[in-house]
């Protein structure tokens, strides 16, 4: 089974709205990543955060992280139709040297 | 620095043929890794390198092999094709994955088709 799953599987919003994904794990782990794919291409990754972190910040991301629960989130804000795209989360369960990811998120920005 | 570069872009095979997926990377990564992605499956792992002369199994490695001979290269080989691994392939590579703390930079893609 895999270690994150993305919640909604499909997103579907206006241009300026904001964007909001989930992302839920079943281990502990050192840190969590977040990735986003366009369609026809490889995955390209937007932010990391560790798990002594609560929040970060790059542009219009914003990343929370809640390890007591086991979750995060991933908040687009301003969203354009350029963030159209699939987002994945992914963890390295234990540390290893394995990164799972999540079936995703598909979010379309319509103008 | 072309990155994490993938070929050939699409393949069709018939069942029980063999094949390469070739990657190679030019950032002098210590880790790369293969992953198929399946429609509403997200990405699975399938082997792994930790350095030259070292792989290990990831998530679905059955009916791949893999070998790390260089740093820059990593080739996926299907041993006898079969239709349920028609898929999306897809290589990446991270300066050291180990540490938890370096993202994956990932090529294109191969989209193979086993009839």
């Known amino acids: 089974s895999q270690q994150g799953e993305e919640d909604p599987q499909a997103l579907s919003i206006q241009e300026g709205e904001n964007a909001t994904m989930n992302c839920s794990y079943k281990?502990?782990?050192?840190?969590l990543q977040w990735y986003r794919q366009n369609s026809g291409r490889g995955l390209v990754h937007l932010i990391l955060i560790r798990s002594n972190e609560r929040e970060k910040h790059s542009g219009r991301l914003r990343v929370t992280l809640d390890t007591s629960k086991k979750s995060s989130s991933l908040l687009i804000t301003a969203s354009r139709a350029a963030d159209t795209a699939s987002y994945f989360c992914?963890?390295?369960?234990?540390?290893?040297?394995?990164?799972?990811f999540g079936a995703g998120t598909r979010l379309a920005v319509h103008p | 620095n072309a990155g994490v570069t993938q070929t050939p872009k699409f393949q069709v095979l018939k069942t029980g043929q063999s094949m390469t997926l070739q990657c190679a990377q030019d950032?002098?990564?210590?880790?790369m890794s293969w992953y198929r992605q399946d429609p509403g499956m997200g990405l699975r792992l399938i082997h792994y390198s930790v350095g030259a002369g070292i792989t290990d199994q990831g998530e679905v490695p059955n009916g791949y092999n893999v070998s790390r001979s260089t740093t820059e290269d990593f080739p996926l080989r299907l041993l006898s094709a079969a239709p349920s691994q028609t898929s999306v392939y897809f290589c990446?590579?991270?300066?050291?994955f180990g540490t938890g703390h370096s993202p994956l930079h990932f090529g294109n893609g191969t989209r193979l088709t086993v009839t």
């Open positions: 990446a590579s991270s300066y050291s």
């Open positions: 950032m002098n990564h210590e880790y």
């Open positions: 281990t502990s782990i050192n840190n």
């Open positions: 992914a963890t390295a369960p234990g540390g290893y040297n394995k990164l799972i």
